[in-house]
C-alpha cells in the first residue's frame, strides 16, 4: 500500500517547509515513526518522522522549499508503482523523475553511518558526509569528525539552506509587523518577591525564567483574552495553557512550547524548559514541540537586557518582555529606600 511523505503544517503561520537534508535514501527500509528528514519550519528546524513501514521508494524533492501538505516522498512496498501526477506537489527544489516501474529494481547508494548531531551539525556547516572518515565504531561519524572537515576546509562558502532559512525567518517577522497591530503596555514592575525567590531556591537549576513562566501559567487563565489565538478569521480561546517561551540559537530566534504549563510544577517545568533549550540549540525540535502555543515569554534578563520590543508571534495575541531584575532608588510614600525592579513590555 502507499503511503505518501508530506509537509505537515507545524505552526498555524507556516505556509511551506525547507527540506535541508534527507537521512534515508531511496530504497531503505523504513519503520513507523523513523526519521526521514530533517526540515526548516518558519520557527525552527525539526527532524520529520515516517508516516508507516514500508519501503522509501521515491524522493520526489531532495532539498529545498515545499508547500504545506505536498507530497515529497513516497512509502510503499518492492513492485509498487508511485503515481506519475505528483507535479502539483512540488514547489521547487531538487525534483527527480517519478516514474517507477514494478520491474525495475530500486537501487540504494552505500549508508553513511553518522549519528543524528553529526549530520545536522553537516547540514549547518554544508559540509558532505560522504567523504569523511569516522573515528568511532565501526567508521560511524560523529560531530566532532565533521567539525575537523570543516576545518580542513580552506575555501568557506554560505549554504543554500543557510540563506534560505534565513529568509524564511527575515520574510515571517516582516509579515508580522506589517500586518499586526503592535500596542505595548510598559511597567516598571516591583520583583521583591521574585528576586528573593530567586536567591532562596534550594535548587539552583531553576531560573529567573523558570520562575516567571510558571508565574504566567497560574495568572493567565483569568485573563482568558491573552491567550486567544487568531486563526485568520476569528479568535479561538486557548484549550490548553500552553507557554512557548524564546530560544537564541545559531539560526535566529525559535519559541518552543511547554504544553499545559499550569498543570506543572515548578520543577517540572524548569526541567521541560532546558530539555525544550538544549533541543532548539541542537537542532532536534520535534513538530508538536512548536505546535499550540497561546502565549509567549522572552527575557533578555540573563544578558543585562533593560528593556526592548517585542514581535508578536503570529498566530497569537500577546507577548510579554522581560529584562533584567536590579536594585533601584525607590520613594515610597516621601520615603527614599533600595527596592528590586524589572521592566516588563506586554
Do not use: C
Amino acid at each position: 500500500m502507499l503511503v505518501p511523505v508530506t509537509i505537515a503544517k507545524a505552526t498555524l503561520s507556516m505556509d511551506e517547509g525547507l527540506i535541508l537534508k534527507w537521512l534515508r535514501s531511496e530504497g531503505d527500509q523504513v519503520k513507523k515513526n523513523d526519521v526521514l528528514f530533517e526540515m526548516e519550519t518558519d520557527k525552527a528546524i525539526v527532524e520529520v518522522e515516517s508516516p508507516s513501514d514500508g519501503m522509501l521508494l521515491k524522493i520526489l524533492v531532495a532539498e529545498g522549499p515545499a508547500k504545506v501538505e505536498s507530497v515529497v516522498g513516497w512509502i510503499g512496498e518492492a513492485g509498487d508503482i508511485v503515481p506519475e501526477n505528483t507535479s502539483d506537489a512540488v514547489l521547487q527544489g531538487e525534483a527527480v523523475d517519478t516514474s517507477l516501474q514494478a520491474h525495475e529494481p530500486v537501487s540504494s547508494p552505500p549508508r553513511v553511518v553518522a549519528t543524528p548531531a553529526a549530520r545536522r551539525r553537516a547540514v549547518e556547516l554544508g559540509i558532505s558526509l560522504d567523504k569523511i572518515h569516522g573515528s568511532a565504531a565501526g567508521g560511524r561519524i560523529v560531530q566532532e569528525d565533521v567539525e575537523r572537515a570543516a576545518e580542513a576546509v580552506t575555501e568557506s562558502r554560505p549554504s543554500v539552506p543557510s540563506i534560505a532559512s534565513r529568509k524564511i525567518l527575515i520574510d515571517r517577522l516582516t509579515s508580522t509587523w506589517q500586518s499586526v497591530p503592535h500596542i505595548h503596555v510598559v511597567r516598571h514592575l516591583d520583583v521583591a518577591v521574585l528576586a528573593e525567590a530567586g536567591k532562596t531556591l534550594i535548587d539552583k537549576s531553576v531560573s529567573v525564567t523558570d520562575l516567571i513562566l510558571w508565574l504566567l501559567s497560574r495568572v493567565l487563565p483569568r485573563f482568558p483574552e491573552l491567550t486567544m489565538v487568531w486563526d485568520g478569521e476569528q479568535l479561538a480561546a486557548a484549550n490548553k495553557m500552553n507557554l512557548a517561551f524564546a530560544v537564541g540559537t545559531e539560526r535566529g530566534v525559535v519559541t518552543p512550547v511547554i504544553s499545559a504549563a499550569n498543570e506543572l510544577g515548578l520543577k517540572d517545568l524548569s526541567d521541560r524548559r532546558r530539555e525544550l533549550t538544549k533541543a532548539a540549540r541542537d537542532r532536534a525540535l520535534r513538530l508538536e514541540d512548536l505546535q499550540g502555543g497561546v502565549f509567549t515569554l522572552t527575557n533578555l534578563g540573563m544578558y543585562g537586557v533593560d528593556f526592548f520590543t517585542p514581535l508578536l508571534n503570529a498566530p497569537q495575541t500577546a507577548i510579554l518582555a522581560t529584562g533584567k531584575i536590579e536594585q533601584v532608588p525607590v520613594v515610597s510614600d516621601g520615603i527614599l529606600s533600595v527596592g528590586w525592579r524589572m521592566w516588563a513590555n506586554l
